[in-house]
């Protein structure tokens, strides 16, 4: 069974740090790029970070460019988010998905349109 489990959310000050994991079974996470997405109340979903299978190359959403790092972990079927310098706008649901190949293969990878098996997502909560 495919399945992708986000972990790591919880409660932070503005400024503070945390790093989301996203577990993968079912599946060889080495034959997949892996997306992290997010959505808040009200708001669309966002592409936060995506990275890629082959070279795992790495992109960002403008709003979290230079404060948050993805990387995998292919031995442990993981890839996880640090997230630094957070302020009260990272407040979403955050959660993983994968896609064949490359986060820039055709449709690309900030809408998530072509992305599947999405996790069940994990709750940030910047706020002093």
């Known amino acids: 069974q495919v399945q992708l489990v986000e972990s790591g959310g919880g409660l932070v000050q503005p400024g503070g740090s945390l790093r989301l994991s996203c577990a993968a079974s079912g599946f060889t996470l080495d034959a997949y790029a892996i997306g992290w997405f997010r959505q808040a109340p009200g708001k669309e979903r966002e592409g936060v970070s995506c990275?890629?299978?082959?070279?795992?190359?790495?992109y960002y959403g403008n709003s979290v460019k230079g404060r948050f790092t993805i990387s995998r972990d292919n031995a442990k079927n993981t890839v996880y988010l640090q997230m630094s310098s957070l302020n009260t706008e990272d407040t979403a649901v955050y959660y993983c998905?994968?896609?064949?190949?490359?986060?820039?293969?055709?449709?690309?990878?900030?809408?998530?349109?072509?992305?599947?098996?999405w996790g069940q997502g994990t709750q940030v909560t910047v706020s002093s």
């Open positions: 998905a994968r896609r064949r190949r490359e986060c820039t293969s055709y449709g690309g990878w900030r809408s998530g349109l072509v992305f599947g098996s």
């Open positions: 990275i890629s299978s082959s070279d795992a190359s790495t």
